[in-house]
């Protein structure tokens, strides 16, 4: 018995959020994501999972689950342990559907670690002496409700924030200065507009942000304008981090030419999993560019894995893992624990030691697809 993929399973898995999830391109009400679970012949089982996102990646759950169908049938057969080639035949499949191809992704590293017996981050080659701290999201709101939301978040302990801006800049700088009033001085702020801002008005409401001790602005323009992104870096008294204009590392090379930005975020839902974030961690590496691992809706599933990863390179020194303790309902066994100030704890276990309860799949629609 080998590790040829004998069996795979596909699980949409929507999940109500505690409250609306707010940004530049609207609310969201529920986590709608997809579980794939991938066993070989030999007995191993790999976990993996993905949240698309309409307005970024283009994939909603409904259409993950389709072309998971395609990939499903191509990959049954193939070797588990051969990550190159079962990444490149997905390419093959079907063009960008970045999102659910990184479901399988995991699902592919997590098998291959829990093979050699390694936690994920070991097995990709990465050191453990490092402190993982998430911050916490501020949605988009009016000024004085997302101060609220600040001081609440500052009083259960959490000591990083993020605000989600990019709705009309001058609104935005009432936001964070009221914001800026009612947690104090001493809080880290960093900030995303989510493409909501115009070129000139990027550049208007970054200087003006100055004085409230920002630690770095994502995706400011439109990711269809990145030509102009050198341009507001240029003005931008605030670095300024590429994400949405940052999905694989042919972005990231083509963003590290033009001196677009000063660090990248990267989601495996946009890069299509861990086999093109390395590659992306290596161009950051020698271009000496900061680097954040964020994530979408993801349950424990997708952000044990982005931990691992984060494991991997000195500069990933930005950690945005905050969205699985907005789920009304935590599906998952063991992976990442989420400790005191928004620390993360990584699992000594094979693999991302992740799983999903079994209690909850019985609970789900299920797709098999067999050799």
């Not at 590429?242 to 990231?252: G, N, T, Y």
């Not at 680097?291 to 952000?303: A, K, M, V």
């Amino acid at each position: 018995m080998g590790t040829k993929i004998r069996q795979i399973e596909i699980y949409p898995s929507p999940i109500p959020l505690k409250e609306p999830f707010i940004t530049s391109l609207g609310p969201v009400n529920f986590a709608e994501n997809v579980l794939i679970i991938i066993r070989t012949e030999n007995g191993l089982t790999g976990t993996g999972e993905c949240s698309p996102f309409l307005p970024i990646n283009g994939e909603s759950m409904e259409t993950a689950v389709v072309v998971a169908r395609y990939l499903a049938r191509a990959l049954v057969g193939q070797d588990a342990l051969a990550i190159d080639h079962c990444m490149q035949l997905m390419d093959r499949v079907i063009y960008g559907n970045t999102s659910i191809k990184s479901a399988f992704d995991i699902a592919l590293y997590d098998l291959a670690a829990r093979h050699e017996n390694l936690p994920l981050y070991r097995f990709l080659g990465g050191e453990k002496p490092k402190t993982i701290q998430t911050d916490y999201t501020v949605s988009l709101k009016d000024a004085v409700s997302m101060a609220e939301d600040a001081q609440k978040i500052q009083r259960n302990g959490f000591q990083i924030l993020k605000v989600k801006l990019g709705n009309e800049g001058k609104k935005d700088v009432e936001r964070i200065q009221k914001i800026r009033e009612v947690i104090g001085p001493d809080m880290p702020i960093r900030i995303d507009a989510n493409q909501g801002w115009t070129t000139e008005e990027a550049i208007h409401t970054l200087k003006a942000l100055a004085p409230y001790g920002i630690q770095h602005c994502e995706e400011p323009i439109p990711r269809w304008n990145y030509m102009e992104l050198p341009l507001v870096r240029r003005e931008s008294p605030i670095p300024i981090m590429a994400d949405e204009s940052c999905f694989d590392h042919h972005d990231a090379a083509r963003l590290i030419r033009l001196n677009a930005c000063d660090s990248m975020n990267i989601k495996l839902g946009k890069s299509s999993g861990i086999y093109k974030a390395l590659k992306i961690i290596r161009l950051a590496e020698v271009a000496n560019l900061r680097l954040q691992i964020g994530g979408f809706l993801e349950s424990r599933i997708g952000f044990s894995a982005s931990a691992h990863l984060a494991l991997t390179s000195k500069q990933i020194q930005y950690f945005d893992f905050d969205t699985p303790l907005m789920f009304t309902e935590d599906p998952v066994e063991g992976g990442i624990e989420y400790k005191e100030s928004g620390l993360i704890e990584i699992p000594e276990l094979p693999g991302t030691g992740a799983t999903i309860r079994t209690s909850y799949l019985k609970k789900l629609n299920k797709e098999i697809w067999k050799g």
